[in-house]
């Protein structure tokens, strides 16, 4: 199984699940940072997971791109979606709004993370606005068993839609 995992992160946190992603995935498994790679080649994946993470409302435009530019190559492969955000009530909003509606369909799994605001990488505005408390804020608790779920979802030979929203911290 050749599985490419396509992914942009800002302070990390998407990267360390894309990292937990791959590590519950067998066969050929390629990790593409679109910062890094931005024409990522995935002719030759039948499997490809996509995520990014929220900031602003948004998710980052590399990736927004990457689905819009790829999308007729994307609809003939199994695919996974997830965001990385601050979980709240528009949870399931900034999830529906990262991606176009036609892959959302198209897609196998979809999750939302828990991400978390890390206070030695935010800027002096970033922690103006924030405000987070330095001792809460440098832990990243990564909910294995959500990503277990997600991962497990997106191989499931008969799941025919996305899966509803996983948290990463239970
Ligand atoms: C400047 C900034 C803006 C953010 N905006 C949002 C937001 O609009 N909604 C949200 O749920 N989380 C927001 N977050 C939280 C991030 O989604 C969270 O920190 C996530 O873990 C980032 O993942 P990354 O390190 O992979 O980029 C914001 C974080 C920062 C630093």
């Not at 007729?72 to 955000?85: A, D, N, P, S, T």
Request: glycine content about 4%; aromatic content about 8%; proline content about 3%.
């Amino acid at each position: 199984m050749k599985v490419a995992l396509i992914y942009m992160s800002r302070h990390g946190t998407t990267e360390k699940i894309i990292k937990h992603i791959a590590e519950q995935l067998t066969g050929e498994v390629q990790i593409f940072n679109l910062a890094d790679e931005k024409y990522p080649d995935i002719r030759n994946f039948s499997n490809i997971i996509i995520g990014g993470s929220i900031h602003y409302g948004s998710i980052q435009t590399e990736i927004r791109h990457f689905c819009k530019r790829n999308m007729h190559e994307l609809l003939e492969r199994r695919i996974g979606l997830f965001v990385c955000c601050l979980l709240s009530t528009r949870d399931s909003d900034q999830f529906e709004r990262a991606f176009p509606l036609v892959l959302k369909a198209h897609s196998k799994a979809s999750a939302v993370f828990e991400g978390d605001l890390i206070y030695n990488k935010l800027n002096a505005i970033e922690r103006l606005i924030f405000n987070p408390s330095k001792e809460e804020q440098d832990v990243i608790a990564i909910n294995e068993s959500a990503i277990k779920a997600f991962v497990s979802a997106f191989l499931n030979e008969n799941a025919v839609a996305s899966t509803p929203y996983i948290p990463l911290k239970s």
